[in-house]
């Protein structure tokens, strides 16, 4: 039975820490566009925070030494990957968090939110009558998360639209081709987080064990 271990790195943005220099990046060609989109210094800052933290939790676990951003990779999904690593990893960011998390063996998604108010029509663009009656009155922002890191988990891999993704009960999403189990993780006050792991209903599954540590420079 393989061991199921989830390994969460996050840090929050200090505005006060000079920025590194782009030259010191080695961002590749494909991650300088993607940076590049968004519209603000501070999502900007978040968006290489979350990379950051991505080499330094390889670094710490001894899964990888060295490296830089210049390997960061995006399939045609969108989803990103490392070149020559076959690990799973997702990424999130919000105001001032950035969080990444590793696993060895199985695919992982996380997102992390601002808490911040949902108005009550939104909720139907992205949960349907028949998911709510399964899940009760869990806050809106909650429910977002945990489909946004059950997306990132498999979804672009799978070729599964987001929209595909339905709450069976509270923390578990069935998506055409399998469930996932949904983890809400304390990061900081302020901020919600979730993690999404498959959990095939058919297979023996070790505990999971879930080992976060908060980076206070990740350069």
Same mark, same amino acid.
């Given at each position: /039975?393989? =061991?199921?271990?989830?390994?969460?790195? +996050?840090?929050?943005?200090? !505005?006060?820490?000079? !920025?590194?220099?782009?030259?010191?990046?080695?961002?590749?060609?494909?991650?300088?566009?993607?940076?590049?989109?968004?519209?603000?210094?501070?999502?900007?800052? /978040?968006?290489?925070? *979350?990379?950051?933290?991505?080499?330094?939790?390889?670094?710490?676990?001894? +899964?990888?030494? &060295?490296? @830089?951003?210049?390997?960061?990779?995006?399939?045609?999904?969108?989803? !990103?990957?490392? *070149?020559?690593?076959?690990?799973?990893?997702?990424?999130?960011?919000?105001?001032?968090? *950035?969080?990444?998390?590793? =696993?060895?063996? /199985?695919?992982?998604?996380?997102?992390?939110?601002?808490?911040?108010?949902?108005?009550? @029509?939104?909720?139907?663009?992205?949960?349907?009558?028949?998911?709510?009656?399964?899940?009760?009155?869990?806050?809106?922002?909650?429910? +977002?998360?945990?489909?946004? *890191?059950?997306?990132?988990?498999?979804?672009?891999?799978? &070729?599964? =639209?987001?929209?595909?993704?339905?709450?069976?009960?509270?923390?578990?999403?069935?998506?055409?081709? /399998?469930?996932?189990?949904?983890?809400?993780?304390?990061?900081?006050?302020?901020?919600?987080?979730?993690?999404?792991?498959? =959990?095939?209903?058919?297979?023996?599954?070790?505990?999971?064990?879930?080992?976060?540590?908060?980076?206070?420079?990740?350069?």
């Amino acid at each position: /039975m393989p =061991s199921r271990t989830l390994y969460v790195y +996050w840090a929050e943005h200090d !505005p006060y820490l000079p !920025p590194v220099p782009e030259t010191d990046l080695h961002l590749s060609d494909r991650v300088q566009q993607r940076w590049k989109r968004y519209r603000t210094l501070q999502q900007q800052n /978040m968006s290489l925070l *979350a990379k950051r933290l991505l080499f330094f939790g390889l670094q710490q676990l001894q +899964w990888r030494i &060295g490296g @830089d951003l210049a390997d960061f990779c995006y399939h045609p999904s969108g989803k !990103p990957y490392l *070149a020559e690593l076959p690990v799973h990893f997702s990424l999130s960011h919000s105001k001032q968090v *950035a969080v990444c998390v590793l =696993s060895a063996d /199985m695919p992982v998604g996380v997102d992390v939110q601002e808490w911040l108010p949902v108005p009550p @029509d939104s909720e139907g663009l992205f949960i349907v009558t028949d998911e709510r009656e399964k899940i009760g009155s869990a806050d809106r922002l909650v429910l +977002w998360s945990q489909k946004e *890191a059950a997306y990132k988990a498999v979804g672009s891999d799978l &070729g599964i =639209s987001f929209s595909q993704f339905r709450f069976s009960e509270p923390q578990r999403v069935a998506c055409p081709q /399998m469930t996932l189990e949904l983890i809400p993780q304390f990061i900081r006050q302020g901020y919600i987080c979730c993690l999404a792991v498959p =959990s095939p209903d058919s297979l023996p599954l070790a505990p999971l064990q879930i080992a976060v540590e908060r980076v206070l420079y990740p350069y």
